[in-house]
T-cell receptor, first 116, second 116 residues
Framework: AQSVTQLGSHVSVSEGALVLLRCNYS??????LFWYVQYPNQGLQLLLK??????LVKGINGFEAEFKKSETSFHLTKPSAHMSDAAEYFC??????????????FGKGTKLSVKP | ETGVTQSPTHLIKTRGQQVTLRCSSQ?????VSWYQQALGQGPQFIFQ???????GRGNFPPRFSGLQFPNYSSELNVNALELDDSALYLC???????????????FGAGTRLSVL
């Protein structure tokens, strides 16, 4: 079975500081990994995805993530936080075997707060 | 290109009632997935429809059912509502077929269901 663990339900950074949101996955097959962002009262917006090409993936709004197989991690980073980055972030793995390919298995989310 | 739209945005029902939620998929997408997001949690997969057939189901009871229509729009029906069914219900569409697991899912803004 596949699963995702996001370390830290809340992360607070100052504006301009590094953002690091942690995600570890468990998968018996090569995973496809995604980061989504959810602003209050909205749906999920894709930030970036890893689908077995380059291990360093660049996404929208200056975010990037690095796939590390040895650490089973896919941490999300941004060099300099903006106030507009305050939101909830979800890491997800896509089921890629069995009868339901393509459904997403999400972590519990990390709420990012940005202090002025 | 139109995005994923869901209706209604908010809904209040009482325990034991039935509810129907609707989703219009993004233009050109033939796969629709439904997720339940309880407060403070990540979305959980309910089921997926691909070309009008159920293509996988998560750990939800049979009183959660769905349909996909020839235009690829979809409905989620929940019978005998329980208090724990209160959640944000998200619909996501994608282009299925080969390599489904790595296909990006595009989410709607969701329907917030409150069961009293």
């Amino acid at each position: 079975a596949q699963s995702v663990t996001q370390l830290g339900s809340h992360v607070s950074v100052s504006e301009g500081a590094l953002v690091l949101l942690r995600c570890n996955y468990s998968s018996s097959v090569p995973p496809y990994l995604f980061w989504y962002v959810q602003y209050p009262n909205q749906g999920l917006q894709l930030l970036l995805k890893y689908t077995s090409a380059a291990t360093l993936v660049k996404g929208i709004n200056g975010f990037e993530a690095e796939f590390k197989k040895s650490e089973t991690s896919f941490h999300l980073t941004k060099p300099s936080a903006h106030m507009s980055d305050a939101a909830e972030y979800f890491c997800a793995v896509s089921a890629n075997y069995g009868g339901s390919q393509g459904n997403l298995i999400f972590g519990k989310g990390t709420k990012l707060s940005v202090k002025p | 290109e139109t995005g994923v739209t869901q209706s209604p945005t908010h809904l209040i029902k009482t325990r034991g009632q039935q509810v129907t939620l609707r989703c219009s998929s993004q233009s050109g997408h033939n796969t629709v997935s439904w997720y339940q997001q309880a407060l403070g949690q990540g979305p959980q997969f309910i089921f997926q429809y691909y070309r009008e057939e159920e293509n996988g189901r998560g750990n939800f009871p049979p009183r959660f059912s769905g349909l996909q229509f020839p235009n690829y729009s979809s409905e989620l029906n929940v019978n005998a509502l329980e208090l724990d069914d209160s959640a944000l219900y998200l619909c996501a569409s994608s282009l299925g077929g080969g390599g489904m697991a790595k296909n990006i899912q595009y989410f709607g803004a969701g329907t917030r269901l409150s069961v009293l």
